[in-house]
Nanobody
Framework: EVQLVESGGGLVQPGGSLRLSCAAS????????LSWVRQAGKGLEWLSVI???????YYAESIKGRFTISRDNTKNTIYLQMNGLKPEDTAVYFC??????????????WGQGTQVTVSS
């Protein structure tokens, strides 16, 4: 059974930092790209993707320069380091697994999400 479990969310003041983690199980972790997406209200926003070997990363313009995606294939975990947080970053953050080895854009499994709230 494929499982993705996010952690690390919480309440942080504007300008602060958080590091989210997403631990995967039930897959050959090093075979797949993984992404972070977030949902605030009804909208779903793609944030970032990292290739299976961490050699390629992409970011949405809204987070470029502030957030960094990384992965540790020995721990079956990806991370999202979030710096310079803004109130508009408040959302539920999800990780998602690529549908197959040849894609970084299609996803088939999602975690349950972790809440990030940026407020003073």
């Amino acid at each position: 059974e494929v499982q993705l479990v996010e952690s690390g969310g919480g309440l942080v003041q504007p300008g602060g930092s958080l590091r989210l983690s997403c631990a995967a199980s039930g897959i050959t972790f090093g075979n797949y790209a993984l992404s972070w997406v977030r949902q605030a209200g009804k909208g779903l926003e793609w944030l970032s993707v990292i290739s299976s070997n961490a050699g390629t990363t992409y970011y949405a313009e809204s987070i470029k320069g502030r957030f960094t995606i990384s992965r540790d294939n020995t721990k079956n975990t990806i991370y999202l380091q979030m710096n310079g947080l803004k109130p508009e970053d408040t959302a539920v953050y999800f990780c998602a697994k690529a549908r197959h080895r040849a894609t970084m854009r299609e996803y088939d499994y999602w975690g349950q999400g972790t809440q990030v709230t940026v407020s003073s």
